[in-house]
């Protein structure tokens, strides 16, 4: 018999809705991006909860007429970015109380979990349904606000194996979209660019075994723009030097965790240029649909299912 779990996800970038069926599908997901002004590169925390207030009961009641929300049985809700000490972002509360409000009027299970694990769990399940949940898993958590490389045991555990010591992935890409004159977060328009450029390109990614620095990316692709290239070209450079960073990286992990699934997640790993990149020298690795790779919250409404007892029990 389905059971039905909502979930809940408010990032620095998207207010998300997610309904999970535990026979195995995803029933309904919405997303609304949070608004940024033009050439801004992101927005002040107090500003992203503002948004989240206003968005989250618009979304609930549009959700409310896709799916008769009398019939979840459990919430969960991302509270903070990642699950270590010390991890918070004042966005994430806005999300938090919807969900302790709906669990409580209801009396049903809160799971509460993180950001991190939700785009675990949502590309776990993408890549290859409940069984990746029972296994150790190399995932790339890619991102506005993560370049990592993640050990992830069953999403209950997370350990991080390898990140950027300076700029992160998803933050070269949205500065070389907004210096090109696209809005915040620019990653769609930078991978529409790059798709038109034709021409061969040899990118060149800093890596040291499973670290990698990106600082000298966005020093790169200004320097191109300099030198005359056009917007699809250092577009595509830019996409390029992340997927070979995967690449790298990749191969480094793969040296002391041999033979485990390869998975990738995250906004920035939803360019079409960066995956087939990456699989054409590394076949194996898993890549996802963007509405499971980017902000979401179909991860967290998984987890809130498995965790309250109502799927891979």
């Not at 390898?162 to 991978?191: C, I, M, N």
């Not at 034709?198 to 600082?215: A, D, F, N, T, Y």
Request: charged fraction near 20%; glycine fraction near 8%; include cysteine.
């Amino acid at each position: 018999m389905s059971r039905y779990t909502l979930g809940i996800d408010t990032s620095n970038y998207a207010t998300s809705l997610a309904v999970f069926d535990t026979a195995g599908e995803v029933v309904c997901a919405k997303k609304r991006f949070l608004p940024v002004k033009e050439s801004q590169l992101g927005l002040r925390q107090s500003d992203a909860l503002f948004h989240h207030t206003v968005a989250l009961p618009e979304m609930m009641q549009e959700l409310a007429q896709e799916f008769d929300l009398t019939k979840i049985d459990a919430v969960g809700v991302s509270q903070k970015p990642r699950p270590v000490e010390g991890s918070y972002m004042p966005c994430f509360l806005a999300g938090v109380s919807a969900a302790a409000a709906f669990a409580q009027a209801k009396g049903i299970p809160l799971v509460r979990t993180t950001h991190q694990q939700g785009h675990a769990a949502a590309a776990l399940f993408a890549a290859k349904g409940e069984q990746l949940f029972a296994e150790k898993v190399l995932l790339f958590h890619i991102s506005g606000g993560t370049t990592d490389l993640l050990l992830c045991d069953q999403v209950r555990q997370i350990t991080t194996l390898g990140t950027s010591t300076d700029l992160y992935a998803g933050q070269a890409v949205d500065r070389v979209g907004v210096k090109l004159g696209f809005g915040f977060p620019a990653g769609a328009e930078v991978s529409r660019l790059a798709a038109q450029c034709g021409e061969e390109i040899r990118p060149k990614s800093s890596v040291k075994g499973m670290q990698c620095s990106l600082s000298g990316l966005e020093n790169q692709c200004n320097g191109l723009l300099a030198a005359g290239k056009t917007p699809e070209y250092v577009c595509k450079y830019c996409l390029l030097c992340v997927a070979d960073t995967v690449v790298k990286m990749t191969k480094a992990a793969q040296k002391e965790y041999p033979g485990l699934p390869v998975v990738c997640a995250g906004g920035v790993m939803s360019s079409d240029i960066i995956r087939a990149w990456v699989q054409k020298r590394l076949p194996q690795v898993y890549f996802v649909p963007g509405m499971y790779s980017s902000d979401n919250a179909i991860g967290v409404s998984i987890l809130a299912a498995r965790e309250a007892g109502l799927w891979l029990k």
